[in-house]
């Protein structure tokens, strides 16, 4: 194995500064961490001969160590003797006892030291044998890291990195000379020493510190990797003797920061099986030490019982004395860390697994695919660091040397994936190539893995809304999580994978896309003008809504519904903001016409949303609810909890809830066996006849009651005869001429239901007051209408059984109708005349021409059949008449005018006169 690139050689030419002279005055020490000057990046050491506060009281022993140690900075020529003199002259200085002690910057750079002492031991990793000058070395950084101040974090990472490398590349211990005096020995004293210097590095103030122990644990880690099984022989070893050392120390410093517990835990277990003997024993002890510290320092966070902590402690420490094989089990080792890791951990405990796979040994695959499948083994613990296992997973999934090793690759991913869907599915999104679509197939190939995933997915489609539940009208743009789960959803869509379990979510899921369209189609406005400041717009969603719809509606088999509503244009309205509820409606059509077999699950899930209360997408899903109703299997589910819901529904001021209030009635009253709920809904329709002021929801309602009133049996109580007949009366001089001809229309319809029957009186007198309306209307300037009322009458004439009416209905033409029909009305009506007459006062205000001329005609008509005068009703229609002699229409002033002389001059005379008069009248009239 090739040395790691994280040893950074530290060239310090430490002679090259011979040639300077010698300045007069003592450089201070470099600040730590900060970049020196090029020609100041080597200070010389200096001691400090002219100061009298320290030379006196230096020792003979002490200024010769100083000496020597000038000597051989500024020396060119450093054989060993002069190596190891200078080692020993440093370690003198460190171990002395007096004024050097705790002062040594004072005397020396201590920077200028470490740098001296890094440059040593790569020189020695450049011989192929070890010198006595490494283990010398090693040693006397030891002794210098104890010297106060201590050494700085980036000093003892850099002393960590080269000593180190120095041991673990020397060449196998077996190829030495086994003379024990000769190179077997030096190393065996190297290893004592790069131990003595690590131990020696960890104790910062008789506490260990464990953020030391990381950048030991990083530094080794990469060799436990090496192909050569004496560098991972030393490399464990070395780990084993720190562990042992660290699991002495019962307080340890910065333990909450040690953030390689798993990948240590990973790379051990992966050892434990090592083809080495001696590989695994020192793995396995390591592993023992590592458990030991982890319990002891985490038993508080434990979920676990104190008696059970200190039974796996009793455990551990058994194996730490007699080394049974318990501990080379690696199911057991990854069973018994995995209570104690972080979700974190357990992370980069597979991820270290993970990588190791892609090596080309059989055996290795082996083992890190059996501890793989042990971490996620049932019931799955939860994981942290998601998508760089995703990452790893994709990275490697085409690089592993054996098929099984791929197959069992994927069953990972399915297991991670329905352990941790929502991240695994953010990471996918974060690939945009081949591979991409390579994962999706992979994850759409399992059945429970399809239905986590689409499960996550309708939850983040649905926060849509849940926001609007909860912000109310406040309108944000859609949050970058539901943007993803649009696409992701797409994606998974295209896979043949997914369709088997698509159908359980498809009514959930179509609902979730409509409302998301509603939402961003609300949007729309705000996107716009942020555009015009300026701003940047939100994400356009609406093509990829629009895609992922009719994505979702073939895979459940209905190709042809989205053609059907791909020419009705039903796509297109769906996006625009005037057109959307009437691209929803085309869409519940074809649902009915194209998709029966959802319909029924639909809108159940609708009636619950609607059940829990309003929101802004109240109106998109009762658009949706309504046209459900269309369908038969829809209308069989139909029970008093829906009618419940329905008549709720009016106590909206919302004008649009009203009218499709009405719609879903009028669906209703499509099919059979539908009329107990029609009628009970009756008040609902009337209420919107009475008090609605859109006329297309009148109209609507007028509709409705033209359908209750045809399917219902007028001989029961449960038709509202006379409520239905007040509440029509009013349009019937409406100003909107499709108000008049439906509520003319609906009235007559009414009439004919009542056929033969016995009117009550009540019912009766309502009718007789529509007499009066209707008969002035057969003059309406709307021909339909015309015509409406005189079908009207002649059904009104049937229930009051007035033979005459009708047959002068029947057989009078056109020309001279009204007035024919208005004497027989008189004729037939003689004793309601007084209510003809009030009535007709009534449209001498009319806006229309020819209705305020047949008033003016049927008022001395009715004058007429009066049989006694009440003075004041007559002045009362003196008084109309003259207001109507200034009529803008001339003829209506004429006939006005003329109307109001006959009257007076009948008045004028006396009683048995007002006949002949009358006649006249009559007969000059016609």
Known sequence: ME??????????????VRSEPESSEEPGPPASGTDQPEESAQPTPTLLGDSQAFSPELSSEEKAALDFIETFLKSENQDETSKLSFLKSVSLLCQAEGVIQGHLESFCSKEVLVQTLQALILQEMDNFLPSSVLPQTLLCIADLSQVKPGLHPLQKQG????????????????????DPVGPAALYIKTVNALSTLLSALLVENSKLNMLVLQDIVEVTLPWLASDKVHERARAVGTLAQMLKFVDDYPVLKHMDLFSLAGKLTGSLSLCCI??????????S???SYFFSIITRQRYTSLKTTRVDHWRLMRDCEFQKNIHSEWFTNTEDIVLL??????????????????????????????????ILHVVLKPPLPRIGKVPELVRAINSHLQNFSYPWIQKDMQKIFHLLTQRHPEDVIWTLMEYQDLDEQELWRILASDAKTNQEVLSVLKKKLWTVLAHETEEGDSREPLQLTTIQATEALSKLLLQAGCRREV????PTLLVALLYQLSFLVACEDREKSQEQQGEPASPDLMSCTLQVLKTLIRCVGNGDQVTYVQLHGGWNMLSGQQSHLKGISLLGRSMVEKNPRYNPSLFRLLFQILQEGSHESLVPTMTFFTELLRSSDVAALVDESIIGLMESWMEARDP????????????????????GYLLELQPVVLSCCCYSKPEATTREALAVLRHIIHMADPRGQALHTLEIAAALHPFFDDESEDLRLAAIETYGALMDRLRGLYLEPRVRRQVLSSLVPLVLHLEDENVHVAQECRLALLHIADVLFWAKLRRVLTHVLAQGAVWRVSESLLEEGKRTARLFLSQTLGFFTHSQASIRRVAVWFVGLTIRHLDVQDEGELERVFVALRRLQGDPDLEISCLASQTLLILEAREKQSPCCRGLASGFSLRRTS
């Open 3 to 16: 040395r790691p690139s994280s040893i950074l050689k530290l060239v310090v030419v430490a002679p090259q």
């Open 159 to 178: 002393l960590i990195e080269v000593s180190i490398g120095s041991l673990f590349s020397l060449p196998c211990i077996i190829l030495l000379s086994p």
């Open 274 to 283: 090592d083809l080495s003997q001696e590989i695994c024993l020192w793995s």
């Open 285 to 287: 002890q390591a592993l």
């Open 337 to 370: 860390f995995q209570k104690f890791l972080s979700p974190e951990e357990r992370a980069d405990m597979l991820l270290a697994v993970t990588e190791s796979m892609r090596d080309a040994s059989r055996h290795n695959s082996w083992v890190a695919d059996m």
């Open 503 to 506: 159908p359980a979510f498809y």
């Open 656 to 675: 649009a809830v009203h009218l499709l209030t009405l719609r879903a009635v009028a669906n209703l009253g499509l099919h059979q066996n539908t009329e």
